[in-house]
């Protein structure tokens, strides 16, 4: 009786499974929208998904400076956003202009930073994949609150593309008793009001003119550089309907290494315009002499300052006019009286959670500068061809990604100097 049970049993089992399993292929599933069936998966996977092109790509990719993006460095709050994976995947998918904390653990940029590999639309973007981002980009530049469409593939590169935003804005003044806490604003000055040009202004220790090397979609979009009163600014030029990856990911060349994922800009693909010629270096050349003439300017002015290294390296950069707190520098040697004239990095990481404790301190000194200040405030268009000089100068192409707005930068900068 028992033996008969547990057969009884057994066959239940097996007619349940058979009833509720019709085999490998699964219950068929709805039509489509259109009741058409969808696009075969093999057939679009397996345009990127074999073993040989993942292995292409990836040996591309690993010549390109996203795969340099290392985490140690950067991995902070303000800096993962683009230099970390789970940094970028945060600000994409919440919208954010930097993420919620440092991110101790990050990961190298990857393939699927750039690229999300759910709810493919096979119809429209069946060779770039899906992109993690295609939607109009809020600039980290002074938090702007009105999107700027760059295009849908541009779009991605210009999540991290752009000028950088603050960095750091609290520092402990341990000047005084009890110490105090001050907000500090990167650029403080702008957004750029050229209605301003006749006014002066304290350029003070801290605040900088820093892009971060990262301007270039601006530059090829011909916007957010100092644009002076009256002057006529050229926004679009020849190539300004391209995508980044027109350039940056155009055809692979094994020999020089350049093209594909690599993202290095392969010349001699650009056949059309740029076969047997060199384009590129001449216009180079002249937007280099006009950064140059306007840094010697700003330096001849005495709000630039010039030096030189042991290898003969020239490099120029904004000389304050004020200290930390305010202080106009005097043009004569003052010491021993000092000046706060230095923002000490004490930034620690916490042991247990591995965060950084941002702990900035103002610091007293004798100036060594004296000689080389301005002794007077900044005026306000001299801040603007400081500005431009910066724009310029960071944005790593060399004028190449717009040369017509960046001349005009440059040159609307020198004339006004000149006429003031």
Partial sequence: ?????????????????????????????????????????????????????????????????????????????????????????????????????????????????????????????????????????YLNYRKNLTTTDFGKTNNLCVTCHQIRGITSDKYTDATVTPNVVRTYNQLPYFPLDNTLEATTVKFQVGRNFSVHDGNQSNLFSGINGYEYAGKTYTRTWKHSAFKCTDCHMNQYNATTKTGGHSLIVNKDACTTCHSGSDKLTPIQTTIEAKRIELAELLTTRKVFKKTTNSSGVVSYAALPSHDFLGTLFPTTNTAPTTYATALASANTVDPKTGLVVYANNVTMATDADWANRIGREWRYGELGAAYNYAYINSELSKGVHNPTYALQLLQNSIDWLKAN
């Fill in 1 to 137: 009786m028992k033996n008969l049970i547990k057969l009884l049993l057994l066959l239940t089992v097996v007619s349940f499974i058979l009833i509720s399993c019709e085999g490998p292929m699964g219950p068929a599933g709805n039509d489509g929208l259109n009741g058409a069936d969808g696009k075969d998966a093999n057939t679009a996977c397996l345009k990127c998904h074999t073993m040989a092109n993942s292995e292409t790509k990836l040996a591309e990719y690993h010549l390109s400076k996203h795969f340099v993006g290392t985490t140690s460095a950067r991995n902070t709050k303000y800096c993962a956003r683009c230099h970390t994976n789970e940094g970028f995947l945060e600000i994409t998918g919440a919208g954010k202009f930097v993420v919620s904390n440092d991110i101790p653990n990050a990961t190298r940029i990857t393939c699927v930073t750039c690229h999300k590999h759910t709810g493919f639309d096979f119809s429209v973007d069946t060779l770039s994949q899906i992109l993690r981002t295609t939607t109009p980009i």
